[in-house]
């Protein structure tokens, strides 16, 4: 029996732009243990995690000791939050709407290949891959195009991958983003069935619904690990930072028309894959939606009609802010009205921006910042980057940020013209709980004025308190329509799948 540790760490250090991220840090993983890194975002827990997967450079000493005796690889692999594809070419550097452009398809490789490429690279066996794909909902994909994938899609197929190499050390960084409930169900499941055959788990999520095999719990503060309890975890989130919101974000944004959305019967399909199938579905000025469904069910291909970002809406009859599509109105009168942020805008956004860049392009509808602000924009931007305590990095570039202070720049970004509608599409992805709450009070708090919105959530998000109705989908069609202003919020009872 192994008794060394698996991970022996001691002394660690990380500078990064002259702020301390790690220091003199020690961490010691034994046999059998299983742990979660909990809490604040940026605090430095994927930098840890890289640094013992050996892809990032620390000052330090980090050893490694793998169980000759086990049937796993002597391995340790790492899935990052963040996923970037590349085309056939191997090119990165796609454009948001491009997903939904059929020309775009043929440049990116499909599942299957990928899976095969995969499979080769790694000396696999690709029948052993079918099983994971059919506990997580996936094999269904298996002839999409990488492009064609949604944000949780991706994440099946990073997750997929990591399990179907066995690592004796597996670390996740924020596996359950974008998940629906079942596919989180199903993946806690392969998690304690793999570490039953061996392998060792670091956990890095915020989340509550954990695999049952987690037995150490621990946070970094100040550059350094702490063991916590258990119970501990969830007690580390501070109330909302009781700030104002911005004064020109009280203004009640005049509503093109009483219907902001109407859809009849509207169809959208890909060969002959239907995405979406007789969506019948109305929003009238001012109220709040929660969209929701599981990964796959088409919600992402929805809010694409609304956005005005896939083509296939002027096949349709499809309203928006009063206007057939296709009636004249051009897609940056569209865009002009909404604010946007969602996993896949995330993705695509130009990184090499800085955070002021980047919140200031809101007023423009741009990926980056191709024009002077006026005196006016310049205030309010800064007035809004104080209100998501981003002073600091004003001046840094986006992909130099932790990821949850990259979300942060751009939820700046999306509420800085205090669009008519507001489209939320899982808005609290990379943020801690503090920050996730902060934001929804936000959210409350704009939507006092009138503002329209649509947002994405599976169930154990914290929704905003001002939701007053509920979209479901299944399968391309709506399941339920219902009123849930009556309802009690707790967030159990506005998920059903």
Known sequence: MMSNPVVHITNLNLKYHHHVVLKDLNWVVRPGENWLLCGKSGSGKTSLAKAIAGISHVYGNIETNFNPESKLPALVHYVANWYQFKDLEGQSNFYYQQRYNSQATPTTATVKAELESYCKKHGLEFSNVEVLMNALGFSALKNSALIELSSGEHKKLQIIKALWLKPQLLILDQPYNGLDTLSRQNLNTLLESFCEDGMQLILISNDNELPSVINRYAA???????????????????????????????????????????????????????????????????????????????????????????????????????????????????????????????????????????????????????????????????????????????????????????????????????????????????LDQRQTKHFNHLVDDLCKNGTTLIYVGHFESQLPACIEKRILLENGEVKTVENILKVVKSVENLETV
């Open 220 to 430: 970094i503060r100040d550059g350094q690990l702490d063991e916590i309890a258990e119970t501990d975890r969830t007690h580390d989130v501070p109330v909302a930072s009781g700030k104002s919101v911005p004064s020109f974000l009280n203004e009640a944004p005049i509503p093109a028309s009483p219907t902001v959305i109407k859809m009849i019967d509207v169809n959208i399909s890909y060969g002959e894959k239907q995405v979406l199938k007789n969506i019948n579905w109305e929003v009238k000025a001012g109220e709040k939606w929660v969209l929701q469904g599981p990964n796959g069910s088409g919600k992402s291909t929805l809010l694409s009609l609304i956005c005005a970002d896939h083509p296939q809406a002027y096949a349709n009859e499809f309203y928006i802010f009063g206007n057939k599509r296709g009636s004249g109105e051009s897609i940056w009168e569209i865009k002009e009205r909404i604010g946007l942020i969602s996993p896949e805008l995330h993705w695509y956004f130009d990184a090499s921006a800085t955070v002021w860049e980047s919140v200031v392009s809101g007023f423009y509808d741009s990926s980056g910042l191709f024009c002077e602000p006026g005196y006016t924009k310049t205030a309010q931007a800064n007035e809004l980057i104080s209100y998501f305590g981003l002073d600091e990095y004003r001046n840094r570039l986006m992909n130099t940020l932790p990821l949850g202070k990259q979300r942060l720049s751009l939820l700046a970004r999306t509420i800085i013209k205090n669009p008519q509608l507001l489209i939320l599409d899982e808005p609290c992805q990379g």
